[in-house]
């Protein structure tokens, strides 16, 4: 059996590596959202998209919506953060 160099249309794949290091980036921001105090980001969805981080969902206080941007911009690799955090209601039950 003969090994062959897998490439599409003559080109070596990059998906596999941009999506493990954009991954690895999510899973970074999403940890350090998870374990730093003074934020409950059981609700905070990371997203990368190349060197940018973009953080939505919701929590209960505009405290909370801006120690998530410190947060994530302090991670390795961050270089900007877009924050799409929404405060929600305390009343209201956003979980389904």
């Known amino acids: ?32 959202l998870a374990v ?3 934020i409950d980001a059981s609700d905070v969805e990371v997203t990368a ?3 940018e981080i ?12 801006e120690r998530a941007t410190v947060i ?4 390795e690799g961050v270089h900007t953060v ?3 955090i929404l405060l929600v ?3 209201v039950n956003v979980r389904h």
């Open 1 to 32: 059996m003969v090994f062959k160099e897998q490439t599409f249309h003559g080109r070596q794949p990059e998906a596999e590596a941009d999506y493990a290091n954009r991954a690895t980036l999510e899973a970074a921001v999403a940890n350090a």
């Open 36 to 38: 730093a105090g003074g």
């Open 49 to 51: 998209e190349g060197d």
């Open 54 to 65: 973009v953080l939505s969902g919701h929590v209960g206080t505009v405290e909370e919506i």
């Open 72 to 75: 994530a911009r302090t991670v």
């Open 82 to 84: 877009r924050n799409r």
């Open 89 to 91: 209601d305390p009343t």
